[in-house]
Every structure is written in C-alpha cells, then in structure tokens.
C-alpha cells in the first residue's frame, strides 16, 4: 500500500506543499535565520563607541576575534569559562542518572503492575506538567530557605537545620534540575515501556527466564530505544539551562555554561564573544539532535 | 517429596511431573510493594512542594516559610501589593493570558497544517524540514532565544523587542508541539477515510476539510491545551524578547523578583495563577478531547507519546 | 440508471521494478456481478483500485460505459467502493454516514433523509440511523458500508474483499443476501476475493487472476469443471494433480492416453492434443472406489490412508500404487463404509472426468501449497449445498 500512496501524493504536491509552507517559512525565518544572525555576530566586530556588537553578514570576512577571546578565555590563562563548562557537564550528568533512576522504576511500575489505577497514576505523573517550572522551582525556595520546612524538619530530627541551602549548593541545582525535568523523562520512558508486547515476557517466563532475568534480558534492551531517546529529551535541553542555577542558587560558584552565555551576551562589548559561546554548545549538541532527529523520523514512519 | 533444586521429580509411576525447580520462593503472584511504595514516594515528592507553594500563597504573613494564617489578601486584598492592585502583577497576568492565546491561535493551524503537508510532500526538502521542526524540539531553549534576539535586534529590526518578538518566538519554540501530535495521530489513521470520502464524490481538500480533519480534532486539540501551557509557562525566550514591563508575563515578573524585590507570597499567587490558567485548559481540553474520542476507544491515543519515545 | 458496462483494454500497472497488474482485458457486461479471484499479490485488488480511481494506470484503457476514465479523479467516477475495512466515518451516525456523498449530488435535503431511509431499507437496517459506527457489530458495519455506496446510484460498485474480517458463517449469510442485492438493484458488482468459495458462489462470471494476468476467465461451472490449466484447478477446490506423460502415437481424435507410473489410462476431458509431459486432475467427487479384485477399464491399484469424518461426507484419502496421493469423498448416507484404513481398494477414474491440463512449468508440490486445512475446507465448501 505504501508504494500506491506515493504515486498518489505525487499528484497532489501543490497541495501538500501549501500547507506545510507557513509552518515551514515561519521555522525557515525564525529558526534558522537567527542561527545565520549568531554566526554574523560571532564572526563581528564591535562599535566601540556603544560597546555593541556590529554583525559581519559577508562570510569572507568574519573575524576570528571573538572565537580567540572565547578560547582564551576557556583555556588561556585567567580562564575563567572552565569551570562553568565543566559544571555543566557535571550537573546534566548526575541530574539525569538521578533521573534515570528515580524515572524507569516509576515508569516501570505505572506501565505493567497499575492495573486499573493506570489512569489515576497517569494523572498524577502528567500533573507536573501543568505546573509551570516557575511555580515548581519556587516550591522548593520556599522549602529551602533557612526558616522553612526542610530545615526545620531536619533539626526536628536532630540534624543540623541552618545550612543556607539557597545559598550557592551544587546539590540544590542538582536538586533543581533533577524536579524540573524528570516529568519529561517519566512520560517518554512510560509511553516506551507501555508499547512493550505483555507476551514477549511471557514467552521468555515460559521458557524458564525468572523474573530478574526477564527484565535484564528482555525488557532492558526491548527499552533501550525509549531509555535512549528520553535521555536526550532531558539532556539536551539542560545543557543550556541558566534559570535553575539563577533560581536556586544565584552564587557564581554553581554556574553552568548557560549563565556564562548569558552574561557575556548582556555585557556591553561582549556580545560576539557570547555569541560564539552559543555557538559552541550548538556545535556539541548538533551530532546528538541529528542522531535523535533521525530515529525519530524512522520511528514515526515505521508506527504506520 | 524433596529434591534439588533444578532436578526433576519423579512420581512413584516413573514419570517426570511438571514442578521441576522445587517449590517456587514466596508468592509469584504478590504485589511488587517495594516499586508501588517508590511510585507513592515519587508522587508525593512531586507533589506536595507545589501544593505547600500554592498554600503560602493564602498566607496572612510575608513569609514564604512561616505559615501565619490565611488569608486572600495576595490576591485581592492587600490595596498595594495584591495581584488585583498592584499594576506590574496585574499587567503581568494580563499579558500571559494574552501571549498564551495568541499563540495558540497562530500555532496550532500553521503546526497542523505542517503536519498534514510534510507527512504527504515525499521530497527531501520535506525530510529537511521535519528534522528542522525536531530539532526545535530538543534544543535548549537559551540558544534559540539567543538567536531571536540577535536577529530582531540586528538583523529584522522593524519586529521590535516586545509583544511581537515574543510571540513571533513563542510560536516557533511550540511549533513542534501540534507538528509531533497530529502527524503520530495521522499516521494511524490512515488514508483509507480519505479514499473513501473521494470516491463518495469529495474533491482533495473537500474530503481534508470532512473527513481528516474531524479524525485529527482530538490530536488537534490536545496539542493546542500543550501549547497554551508551555507558552503560560515559558520563560527563556521571553525573556530574551521582552522589553518594558508591560510585556513581561508572570514568569519574567517570578523570575527577576525572587531573590527581593516582591514580597514572596505574592510571587506564589502569581504562580498559582499560572497553574490555575493551565489547569483550567487542560480540563476543558481533556474533556473536549474525551468527547471528541467518543466513538473510537482505542490504543493509538498515545501514538504521539510514543513517536517522540523513539519507538 | 442504464449502464454499467466495463471494459478493460490492456490495462497495465507497474510500481517500480514489480508489474502489479500485466496486460488484461476483460468486459464485464451491465447488471453482471463479475468476481476476480486469486491469491494475495496477484493483481486483483490494485485492478480494482485504478477502476476505482486511487491508482491511475501505467498503459491501458479503464472504458466505463464506453468513456476512458483512466485518469479522471474517483470523485468523477459515477463508480462507488466498498472498503475492506468498511472506512465508517466514526465521528458521523449510520444516517450522516449513509448520506456523506449526496452532497455531491445536489440532492435536495428534503430527499437526503428519504434516500437514506430506503437505502438502510435494503441492507435491513432500518431503525439505526442515530447509531454510530463503533455500536455496530462487523456485519452491520459491512451494510451501512454497502449503504453508503448505493444509495448514490453508482454504475459500478466495487467490492474489495467487503467479506474478509467476518467469521465463517457470517460470511455465508452475506454472500447469499449481497446476491440477491446485486439482482435486486440491477446494478454491475465487481467483486475482489481470494475465496473461491465466494467467487463460485456469487458470480455469474468470474476471472482467476495469477500474478498479475488472467489465469481464466469464465462462469463458475466453466472455471470449475473446465480449469484451463492447472494453477486455476487447483486453485479452485481439490484437482487431485498428478503428473503424466501422453503414450506416444497419437489418438486418433479420440481420448488421451496418459501414462501415469505402469498405468496408462485414457483421459477424456481437457487438452486432448497435448503432448509429453502433462499434469492430470480429476475432482475428488468423481473418484470411484472399488474392492481391490474388481477389474475395468481406468483403474489403478491403491490403499486407503486415512478417512477423515466431515459430517455429511467422509473424506477418503487414498494412495495409488503410482505414488500419488489422492483425496475423494463418499456421502455418508447411513451405510456403512466398506473400507477403512489399511484397504486395498481398486481406484476407478472414470475417462470423462480425468482432464488433462497444460504443464504450468512448475511442480505438482509447488503449486500444491495450501494447508490441510485449507483443502479441508475447499471439499466442504464446494460440496455443500
């Protein structure tokens, strides 16, 4: 049947096209375009009378001088864009083990053993979603400061309850991370997890697997699509998150490159350095969003 | 009748029966109350800061740890600082409702219509294109608010800062949303209803405009609730893209207000506002999307989920 | 409305590298219900999509009613089809389904609701207007199906396996009511199936389809009794196929000799001036069993294998002293049989029914390749009544 569609849709081309051309102008001018904008301003120069980045639209002649003060600045002497770097890396990893973690079993569980309670655990898993991050990231700084709940349950049972948890912690931004994301995370590896065939691991019980076995054997690997593709729908996006570390912490010590980025961006004569910082990250992500794009797209032609 | 574990057991005839591992450890069939008991442990975790947040908003004092009372003066009360009183908090309200609509009412037709067109345009500009529309999914928002900020201040310049730029990005960020939805629910449905409307006499976009899509309204209207709550809920780019106050929602106005500024209850009715919009639209969406689905209870209701699960 | 008449000149499809459809030509007469049977991948259902309309054709010409409408729309096509799989709008009711395409057809609204009624009238389900499609078991489904297509008057109906997804005694049911719709209304059926049962039942001519050609066409007593080779015998119920060779010097105009193994045996029906090697068939119900010492003419020495009780017949599968496995059926009239497995018995194939078929070029085994069940089946069906 697939071969009938195509001389079929063959003949309609206009029509198709019409309507996925606003969709597809709209992504052409607003998400591709600002990435031409950011490669102009990377490769710039700067009015030095306004400390404004001036864009070089010509590529013949970009500029390497942003590239240059950025490099220095991550590597050269007095470097400071380092640790940042090197935070971000280190937060997204735990923040999404962690996730990982707490993630599959839930998922797990909701998906075969709910039985009929399936949609009301659905219901409170999908709830997060509609708290927006703002709200859910304020929980947790009013859970944190030094007079609230968590403090004071802390000394309740007898463990110190004055540490300033708001107040420059890695973990609290691990912490932020990890609660901000994990919904995505739950949803994907659930969806993934319900689609597994109950008969397969009959077949494997039947066959004399126990019930460990069972899941090492058969639904671990039957699952490392989902546990793949919900790793980058958590990953991807928390390399560039600033807002967590600016909300839960705000000292310079847990900044991660997001921040870096941000700031350069905001500071007058630094805006091409920024850009080329945004850059980079995009750079580092491009080969995992395409591997994603690509076995996304497999993926939902194959569903048919 | 004992026997090792693994050997089979033999009845006093000769003939091997079938329990040959031995007795089987504990209740194959128990409950798993170690995940169950997790699953709680994660809910409530999940749950109750949000709903301990929500609380404080009703608080009598200015504290956001203390609780001293209840009271609605947040909200409506208090002549200077309540949401009702105070012109930033209320403008701010004003402003996420109206970013949230207009994006929705942009995004939704032209993210459908992307769909529909892109499932059906085999070329490879179309292949292109979708990985365009994926990639929009999973890149960190910041690079892209980045990006529309240096495009409308240096490059389209005649899109200034403010209500515009914010939903001119805001539809391109939830773009995705209706695109990943409608097509995972068009690829189940099939061509069969289609094929059937033009040979009762529908011409193409006759038999589109019947037939496809009253089966994507579910899918259709699932993706608009999503993307009313994501753009409720959306900071990064707007922030990028905003410029005086008028144009900052209440995200913006929670973001720059909480280390000072505001006092913090009052950033918790905001942000219980913000969920109480969201909330609103997903009941309705969800029952309009119950009644929609009437006639057909089936499986492919979490197609989408599982097309972006990759699998 | 008059017409109906279909013709095929030549009609060629090719996807690609596979030629789907290759060079047919059939006319199909007003009023006719005309059946293209064959198995999966033979052809049968994209010859009916591109005279529906969803396929235009590589070459050829689609004539309806003397009009080439080989590349016109299926909107424009006073043709209407009947899904495999029903396609009922969901979110529509049996009546707004029912009344989808008189839209198209200026029919005034004053009318619509009349129409709608008759047509349900036909199909015998009238009373279920306000219903919707996902409260309708799959036979009702099937009528509204059938519903929706006539009652906007078409020429032609298409059927595409309409019958597939029903249980056994469903379909029998439907078969006997879609012909007597069929004479009914008047109007051309053309039916695509991969039951010879259905074909054999419902048709007054029928086509067998092979890979893309027209292995025969004919009615179902020529198709059945007359197999133009041996593809379609045994395409059609048991053919009992066996390998032979044609005993060299000719006839005389007479019937066939056939060596079979020792035996050589006189072949009255089918090919006669066919020469070398040959395939024979014979219909399991003209075999003749007889006691092992019996002698006569067309006989050849075998031994009961295996009689399998099928409750109005008994199933008899013999081993002939040549090797080949033959299948015949005995009525059960209430004697007892006097064989049972392990008999030696004389089997008796009688000259005029013996019928010689062209070599196909390919092995008794390999076009053999049903399943015992579906050969079971294949005796029960054509032998009922």
Redesign the interface.
Known sequence: MGRSQDTHDRRNRWLWMGLAAPGAIWLLVLFVAPFYVMMAVAAGGVNEFFQTAVPTWNPLHWSSANLSAVWHDMVGSGAFLGPPALRTLLYSASATVISLAIAYPVAYFVSRYAGRRKTLFLILLIAPFWVSYMMRMLAWIDLLQQGGFFNSALSFVGLPGHTDWLGGKSATVVLGLVYGYIPYLILVLYAGLDRIDQSLLEAARDLGLSKWRTFWRVTVPLSKPTIIAGTFITVLPMLGDYFTNQLLSGAAGTTMIGNAIEGQLESPGETGQGAVLALMLLLILLIPMIYYAVSTARASREFA | MASAVGEAVTAPSGRATVAWRGRPRGN?WR??WV??G??WL??IW??V??A??VL?SFNKGA????WQGFSTKWYIGNSVNSVLHNPSLHQAVIQTLNLAVLTTLITV???V??A???????SRT??G????????F???????A??????VT??LTFIRLGTTAEV??L??WN?SWP??IV??RL??I????E????????????AIR??LI??L?PAIFASAVLVF?ST??D??IVEQLSSTAPTQP??VL??SN??GGLS?PA??AL??I??FF??VV?VVGFVAYRW?TR???TKSS??A??????? | MAGGNVRLESLTKQFDDVTAVDDISIEIQAGEFFSLLGPSGCGKTTTLRMVAGFEPPTSGKILLDGVDVGNWPPHRRNVNTVFQSYALFPFLTVAENVAFGMKYKSVPKSEINTQVAEALALVQLSGYEKRRPNQLSGGQQQRVALARALVLRPSVLLLDEPLGALDAKLRRTLQVELGALQKQVGITFMYVTHDQEEALTMSDRLAVMNRGRIAQLGTPDEVYNEPADAYVADFLGVSNLMDARVEPGGNGGGPCRVRLGDFVLEAAAGQLDATGAVKVAIRPERINLHPYEAGGANRVPGMVERLVFLGSTTQIFVRLATGSALQTLVRNDGAALPYSQGTPVSVGLPADSLRVLPDPGVSVAEIRDKTLGDQLLDLTSTTSS
Do not use: K
């Open positions: 194959p409950r798993p995940m169950e997790f699953t994660y809910i999940s749950i800061p949000i301990i947040a404080f504290s956001q740890a203390t037709p032209i993210g219509g992307f529909i067109g892109i499932d059906r345009w085999r179309s292949t294109l979708n990985f365009v529309m994926i990639f929009s999973v890149i960190p928002e910041l690079l892209l980045v990006g529309l900020f240096l495009l240096q490059a001119a990005g539809v391109v773009i695109a990943i097509r995972a690829v189940t099939g061509r069969t209803y094929e059937a409307a033009t040979d009762l006499g529908a011409s193409r976009l006759g019947r037939v009253p089966l309204m709550a409720v809920d900071f990064v209440m995200s929670i973001y909480v280390h913090g950033l918790n942000a219980t913000m969920l969201s909330l997903a929609m006639g057909e209870r979490s197609a989920l599982t097309s972006i699960a990759g699998m």
